[in-house]
C-alpha cells in the first residue's frame, strides 16, 4: 500500500514538474489581434505551443512603435514588426534579429474607387491620400516613375491613417498604404469597387510584410525554434481548417466577430509563410538595396546582421 501511494506521489511530482517546465515567453503584436495573426491564434488554439514546452503570453501593444523596442531593450522576447522597418532598426543599430516571417507578401496597394484609374499611369493630376510619410512617398513615387511620371504629376494628401474614410468621402481620389486583406475588403462590404494595384507590380521589390523579431543576444537560445515549429503547426492545421479555427476565434473573441474579420480571415489563407523559419536572403538585400538608393537608410548593412534562417 506505501509503496502504491510513493509511486502516485512520484507520478504527480513528475506531471506537477512537466507542467511547470514550460517557458514563458512573450510575444508583442504590431497591432490589436486581427486577422493577419491567424497563424499565431491557431497554434494556441490547438496547443501547439504547449506541445513545445512554451507558455506564450501574447500582448497587444499600446502604442504600435513599441514592441520592437521593447525587445531590443530585453523587456520580451518576441516582436511582430515588417521588414521595411527592420531595414530602418538595422541602420539605427538596434540589436534586432528577424528570426521567422508571418506574411512573405507585401499587404500594401493603392485603392481607387474611379473604375477610370486602370494603371498607376491614371493617378496623374490626382489627389493621393497617404498616412506615413517618407517610405509611403518613395513606394508612391517609385510606382509612378514605373508608369513614366513622378511626384509632381500627383498631389499628395496626408489623411492621418483614415484611408477608407478619405476615399469614401471624396477627400482624394486614391490611397497609398491600404491592405489587399484590409481596406479593399472593408470597401467592397460598403458596396465598393474599389480598384487595386499591388506595390510589387509597380517597381517595388517584395518584401515579407509581417515578421517575428528577438533580440540578437539570444538567437541561439532553444525557444525559438520552439517556437517556429508551433507556429508552423498553427499555419498548417488553419489551411486545413479555416472555417474551424475562424468560428474558434470568433468565439474566443466576440468583439472580433464581424463580417468584415471573417473575410479578411479568409483572404489571408493564402498570404502566410507556409515555412515561417525560411529566409529569403536576396529578398532582403533588393529592398536594402532599394531602401539605400533612395535615401532611407544611410548605408547598406549586411543581411545576416539583421535577419537568420532557423532550421
Do not use: C
Not at 50 to 62: A, R, T, W, Y
Not at 131 to 147: A, C, P, R
Amino acid at each position: 500500500m506505501m509503496k502504491k501511494i510513493l509511486n502516485v506521489l512520484l507520478l504527480t511530482t513528475m506531471v506537477a514538474g512537466h507542467v511547470s517546465a514550460a517557458e514563458k515567453v512573450s510575444l508583442m503584436l504590431d497591432w490589436y489581434l486581427n486577422p493577419d495573426h491567424a497563424p499565431i491564434i491557431v497554434a494556441e488554439q490547438i496547443g501547439a505551443f504547449k506541445d513545445e514546452g512554451l507558455e506564450v503570453h501574447i500582448v497587444p501593444p499600446s502604442d504600435p512603435s513599441l514592441p520592437p523596442r521593447l525587445v531590443a531593450a530585453k523587456k520580451a522576447d518576441f516582436a511582430i514588426t515588417y521588414q521595411p522597418q527592420l531595414h530602418f532598426f538595422a541602420d539605427q543599430g538596434l540589436p534586432l534579429v528577424r528570426i521567422g516571417t508571418l506574411v512573405n507578401t507585401p499587404l500594401n496597394t493603392i485603392i481607387t474607387l474611379d473604375k477610370n484609374i486602370t494603371s498607376p499611369a491614371g493617378l496623374k493630376g490626382k489627389k493621393i491620400g497617404y498616412s506615413v510619410s517618407g517610405i509611403e512617398e518613395v513606394t508612391l513615387g517609385t510606382m509612378l516613375k514605373n508608369q513614366g511620371l513622378t511626384l509632381s504629376d500627383v498631389t499628395p494628401v496626408n489623411v492621418n491613417f483614415q484611408l477608407s474614410g478619405a476615399l469614401l468621402a471624396g477627400q482624394v481620389d486614391a490611397v497609398i498604404g491600404g491592405y489587399r486583406n484590409i481596406e479593399a475588403l472593408e470597401l467592397q462590404l460598403q458596396g465598393k469597387e474599389p480598384v487595386v494595384f499591388n506595390i510589387e507590380d509597380y517597381g517595388i521589390p517584395a518584401y515579407d510584410e509581417l515578421i517575428i523579431v528577438a533580440n540578437r543576444d539570444e538567437i541561439t537560445e532553444p525557444k525559438i525554434a520552439k517556437f517556429l515549429t508551433a507556429l508552423k503547426k498553427g499555419h498548417d492545421y488553419l489551411q486545413a481548417h479555416p472555417e474551424e479555427t475562424w468560428q474558434a476565434f470568433a468565439k474566443s473573441h466576440p468583439e472580433l466577430n464581424t463580417e468584415l474579420n471573417h473575410q479578411a480571415w479568409l483572404k489571408t489563407l493564402p498570404l502566410f509563410a507556409s515555412n515561417p523559419g525560411h529566409l529569403d536572403t536576396a529578398r532582403y538585400q533588393a529592398y536594402e538595396q532599394f531602401l539605400f538608393d533612395n535615401k532611407l537608410v544611410k548605408h547598406i548593412t549586411p543581411v545576416e546582421k539583421y535577419a537568420i534562417e532557423i532550421k
